[in-house]
């Protein structure tokens, strides 16, 4: 097989997995959020709470993280405070409706990890990291 052939194959692969998953939670997955939103509430559950470092990890204005702040806040995804120790800097944080986001994903993500992953040899998982290790580093440029 050529490697282009082998690329398709995994292409193909992947998207089957994908759609299986998809259809098997899409009853439990959260729709109303757009896939920057979602990479926002990540960044502030990992405790990145500065507008501007938030700006430069997504690589966007800081116009544009005010705004889907703004949304994520109106729908009650997040929730900022003014710091009592510096009034000059707003505090961002999950709200209840965050926190519920993020257990529901950790569930789904248990749940795939034993239905999947969970059947792999463990020589297979152990491959299976190592070239997802290799396919990071290439994207990072290293």
Sequence with gaps: MLKSEYIQEINLLQNQLNMYLVTKYQHRIDNQ????QVLLLELINNNVSSTKEIAQQMDVSTSAVSQLLNKLEEKGYIMRTVNPKNRR????APAQKGKDYFATQEAISKEIDELVYGKLPEEDLQQFANILKKLNM???GG
């Design 138 to 140: 290439i994207v990072q």
């Design 89 to 92: 800097e707003i505090l961002i």
């Design 33 to 36: 959020l757009t896939a920057k």
